[in-house]
Nanobody, 121 residues
């Protein structure tokens, strides 16, 4: 059974930090690219950060560059999102996504249930 379980969200003051975790099971984690998305109320889900398999490359939304860091630990089957210098506009539900595409084009994609991050004084 595939599971992605996010944790680490909560209420933090502007300028503070949080570290989100995405613990996984039920699939070959090391083969999958991992992305963090977020969705604020009334807005579309947006890509925040991604890390490829083997940590070959990472990418970030412009709005979080220099503040957020994505990482992964294949031995623990877990991905992380370190969020520093948080702003009220970072308030959203954060989702973990795992995606793998076979050579024949088949795509395997899984989502977590999300964790709420609220940045407010």
């Amino acid at each position: 059974q595939v599971q992605l379980v996010e944790s680490g969200g909560g209420l933090v003051q502007p300028g503070g930090s949080l570290r989100l975790s995405c613990e996984t099971s039920g699939f070959d984690f090391y083969q999958f690219g991992i992305k963090w998305y977020r969705q604020a109320p009334g807005k579309e889900r947006e890509l925040v950060a991604g890390v490829s398999e083997l940590r070959l490359y990472t990418n970030y939304a412009e709005s979080v560059k220099g503040r957020f860091t994505i990482s992964r630990d294949d031995n623990k089957r877990t991905a992380y999102l370190q969020m520093n210098r948080l702003k009220p506009e970072d308030t959203a539900v954060y989702f973990c996504n795992a995606r793998f595409q076979e050579l024949d084009g088949r795509v395997y994609e899984y989502w977590g249930q999300g964790t709420q991050v609220t940045v407010s004084s």
